[in-house]
């Protein structure tokens, strides 16, 4: 026991830093973001070092996770994606100034080169299944209150995907209409078929877009479609 107490008086801030990066992953669906402070926590052996530099490295994951999370879009916001690379590349960056004074430089560089290469695997992995799946509830789903939403069989085919619900309640097409610009989706032409078209586009380096397509079908249903474009 004493030797247990020891260890926890030494490295309880290695385990709140990598704690307080799942509080922010764990609700985002976005756990690949704990990847980096964990190394970090277990690179850095200095307690005052070791917070500064892993404090800085949550806050950086809340801005990659927590817009999007909160449907905020725009070209500040860093896409999913950009989670897994971008973000990695980042942490990087803030930790390297600290290396010289942690570890040797030899150490350091093969724990920041591990970060940086496992992001960018993680990247093209999710990027190859994103081609063949359908895409994420992307802002459009959960629909609001007041309304109800049936899920249909959605599309796939010449490498993209698509979702689609129909949403009946009182006023359905005006409430998604409402919801969806609450997201981010601003308006495009409408399509030839009469559908309104809606989209949003996030990302720091890449753009990711994505656009709803909505078809008014009574006063009470409309029927929701989105994709990657």
Not at 4 to 10: D, I, K, P, S
Not at 38 to 62: E, F, S
Not at 108 to 113: F, P
Request: aromatic share 8%; with cysteine.
């Amino acid at each position: 026991m004493p030797i247990l107490g020891e260890t926890v008086r030494t490295h309880w801030w290695r385990c709140a830093l990598v704690g307080a990066a799942a509080v922010v992953c764990v609700p985002t669906s976005s756990l690949f973001g704990v990847v980096p402070v964990l190394l970090w926590a277990a690179l850095a052996r200095t307690r005052r070092t070791g917070l500064i530099v892993g404090c800085v490295l949550v806050a950086l994951l809340a801005w990659f996770v927590l817009p999007r999370f909160l449907g905020f879009a725009g070209p500040w916001v860093p896409s999913y994606v950009e989670v897994f690379w971008l973000y990695p590349v980042f942490a990087a960056l803030v930790c390297l100034p600290a290396v010289p004074r942690e570890r040797s430089i030899a150490a350091g560089a093969l724990v920041l080169t591990t970060m940086v290469l496992t992001g960018l695997i993680a990247a093209a992995f999710v990027l190859l299944v994103q081609l063949e799946s359908k895409p994420g509830d992307e802002g459009v789903l959960p629909v609001p209150g007041g309304v109800q939403a049936v899920e249909g069989t959605g599309h796939c085919g010449s490498g993209n995907c698509s979702r689609e619900v129909t949403v009946t309640g009182d006023r359905a097409p005006e409430v998604m209409r409402a919801h969806l610009a609450e997201r981010g989706f601003t308006p495009r032409y409408p399509l030839d078929s009469g559908d309104e078209r809606v989209c949003r586009a996030d990302g720091l380096v890449f753009t990711h877009e994505v656009c709803a397509e909505s078809r008014t079908r009574t006063s009470t249903e409309v029927r929701v479609v989105w994709y990657v474009s």
